[in-house]
């Protein structure tokens, strides 16, 4: 290798050893034929292995990462358990220094390959294509299995240690993945696809989550099928990556293209078994933004009694959270939301599920803070931040602290407001997602505004704004530009602050799911239009805004608008 470092980088070194181990070779003449080249020591000392440790080697050489003992057995020999035969197997190996144990004595067993025996097993075992074939099928198939029990894990006191262990095993998931959608084994991705979801969205890996599924549903509609409606296990599947791939684009404000693929998910359910049906109607909100709201209540009901009779209590706590979320959302009964917050919260509780309960947790302090009970929303935002410390996950004590810094806001407790901001703030850069960076960016520069100072807050407004134009966030574009119009207009520039104000509500006109974010804007519009002597703009403005605020039941933003239209009829004296 030494001699090719005067003729290649070690990028392309690398990628060299990657194509062909031929490159490690000498062709010094005082050298034994059997080490002149890595592909000569690795033939010497396969030919002196027995039948059962070459097709040992040849099969682990599927892995990717360091691999347990069941997985080991469930490859080789197609059995579901790391039985005695497989250790004794894995012992052979490891004595002739072909496979070694990884991580410490404490730790469960793994064990590893190097990559250059693991190459070269490889093509031991894809020289013959039937058997390259089974051992991939019984590769793909274990960790679905597998995921499937884990996800079981992923919803109860066990959840941390099973995030790790599909930490540890992700590459080799990923290849299951690939294999098995391209196999078209419905069971098997059926089987891997919940698992997988829950561990996206407890790490937060919301961008790889829209990455698998979009490949996955694209994938599946380069399939070839006779004409007529696809088989029933393709409309699961597909169903389900719909579902999926719409929460994975909401959950990072595309708003549109998640809408689209929840109305195509939707569009399926009639021709699923019940249990799918329902399943994937919660993870749709009931259809929330697509169905008259007699259908939704309906929905929510059919789902309720479903997992009720069931027994599945971790999709019932679930269907209750997401009912909650659409009454919360159009305020239709506030007291209904909170039992059905408070009922989820219990349940996550029994079954110890920590993420579940946090989620809770963190609704009940926004709805505390909607009504404007914000001592409750600060207990609720405290319990949910020690939840999430003792899980040592960042984003949600990112989020806590939000919640946190929101309820100290509304308290006209600034100091502590700005402490956790700050914290959260420093928490989600290290993060690294922009479209959460500049919402915390833009809640510390509110409390700065807040506080009166200007300067400081309008930088870090700023700031914020072209993060979300970077990424065409534009929901938090548009708070920026309203906020940015309240600097100017406290500063007494108001022909600048009209500008943003404006800026503002275009931005906010067209988009779905912000209609509050546009009542606030338009009610900031009607104060400066009152300041301007512009009483009759300022009028529309406050009224557009009371007909938001009155629909959405936002009792302090009804009273505000009310307000302001009393101050204009009495300007007009």
């Known amino acids: 290798a030494a001699a090719w470092i005067q003729l290649l980088t070690c990028q392309e070194s690398a990628a060299e050893l990657e194509r062909s181990l031929d490159i490690l070779a000498t062709d010094l003449r005082d050298v034994p034929e059997r080490h002149q080249s890595l592909r000569a020591v690795f033939e010497s000392s396969w030919n002196l292995l027995s039948a059962h440790d070459q097709e040992t080697l040849a099969r682990l050489s599927i892995f990717l990462n360091p691999f347990r003992r069941e997985a080991a057995a469930a490859v080789v020999s197609g059995s579901q358990n790391g039985s005695a035969e497989m250790l004794l197997r894995l012992s052979s190996l490891v004595d002739k220094s072909l496979l070694r144990r990884v991580g410490s004595q404490a730790q469960e067993a793994r064990f590893g390959m190097h990559e250059i025996i693991k190459q070269s097993a490889a093509q031991k075992r894809d020289a013959r294509p039937d058997e390259a074939a089974l051992v991939r099928a019984r590769h793909s198939r274990y960790y679905a299995a597998w995921l499937e029990r884990i996800g079981l894990e992923l919803r109860g006191p066990r959840q941390l240690q099973a995030l790790e262990q599909i930490e540890v095993e992700l590459d080799d998931i990923r290849a299951a993945w690939s294999h098995i959608l391209e196999q078209l084994d419905y069971p098997a991705l059926l089987n891997a696809l919940i698992a997988m979801v829950q561990y996206f969205d407890l790490r937060n890996r919301q961008q790889d989550a829209q990455q698998l599924f979009g490949a996955s549903l694209a994938a599946l509609e380069r399939v070839s099928l006779p004409p007529g409606a696809p088989p029933a296990e393709m409309a699961t599947l597909k169903a389900y990556l719909l579902a999926f791939y719409g929460l994975a684009l909401f959950a990072q404000g595309e708003f549109d293209p998640a809408l689209a693929a929840y109305q195509q998910a939707l569009a399926l359910t009639g021709r699923l078994a019940e249990p799918h049906r329902q399943r994937i109607h919660v993870l749709l909100f009931f259809g929330m933004w697509l169905l008259p709201g007699l259908e939704i209540d309906q929905l929510y009901r059919d789902c309720r009694a479903y997992f009720e009779r069931s027994?599945?209590?971790?999709?019932?706590?679930?269907?209750?959270?997401?009912?909650?979320?659409?009454?919360?959302?159009?305020?239709?009964?506030?007291?209904?939301?909170?039992?059905?917050?408070?009922?989820?919260?219990?349940?996550?509780?029994?079954?110890?599920?920590?993420?579940?309960?946090?989620?809770?947790?963190?609704?009940?302090?926004?709805?505390c803070a909607m009504n404007g009970e914000n001592e409750t929303s600060r207990s609720y935002s405290l319990e949910s931040l020690e939840l999430s410390r003792a899980l040592g996950d960042p984003w949600r004590v990112a989020t806590a602290l939000l919640n946190l810094g929101m309820a100290h806001v509304a308290l006209g407790e600034y100091a502590p407001a700005r402490a956790a901001y700050l914290e959260s703030l420093e928490l989600v850069r290290g993060l690294g997602n922009r479209r959460i960076v500049a919402r915390y960016l833009a809640s510390l520069g509110y409390v700065y505004y807040l506080e009166g100072e200007y300067p400081r807050a309008s930088y870090l407004f700023t700031?914020?704004?072209?993060?979300?134009?970077?990424?065409?966030?534009?929901?938090?574009?548009?708070?920026?530009?309203?906020?940015?119009?309240?600097?100017?207009?406290?500063?007494?520039?108001?022909?600048?602050?009209?500008?943003?104000?404006?800026?503002?509500?275009?931005?906010?006109?067209?988009?779905?799911?912000?209609?509050?974010?546009?009542?606030?804007?338009?009610?900031?519009?009607?104060?400066?239009?009152?300041?301007?002597?512009?009483?009759?703009?300022?009028?529309?403005?406050?009224?557009?805004?009371?007909?938001?605020?009155?629909?959405?039941?936002?009792?302090?933003?009804?009273?505000?608008?009310?307000?302001?239209?009393?101050?204009?009829?009495?300007?007009r004296g």
């Open 311 to 367: 027994g599945d209590r971790w999709f019932l706590a679930m269907a209750m959270m997401q009912y909650g979320n659409y009454t919360q959302y159009l305020a239709i009964d506030l007291a209904l939301t909170r039992r059905l917050y408070q009922d989820s919260l219990d349940i996550f509780q029994q079954l110890g599920d920590r993420y579940g309960m946090i989620h809770a947790l963190d609704n009940l302090a926004g709805l």
């Open 463 to 571: 700031e914020a704004l072209e993060l979300s134009r970077q990424i065409d966030d534009r929901r938090e574009m548009g708070m920026c530009e309203m906020n940015l119009g309240n600097i100017a207009h406290a500063s007494g520039d108001l022909l600048v602050a009209r500008s943003h104000y404006l800026q503002s509500i275009e931005i906010l006109e067209a988009l779905p799911f912000v209609r509050w974010e546009l009542s606030i804007s338009l009610k900031r519009m009607g104060r400066l239009g009152f300041a301007l002597g512009e009483l009759d703009q300022a009028r529309a403005y406050y009224r557009q805004a009371l007909e938001i605020s009155l629909e959405l039941k936002r009792m302090p933003e009804i009273l505000e608008n009310l307000v302001g239209i009393a101050e204009l009829q009495a300007g």
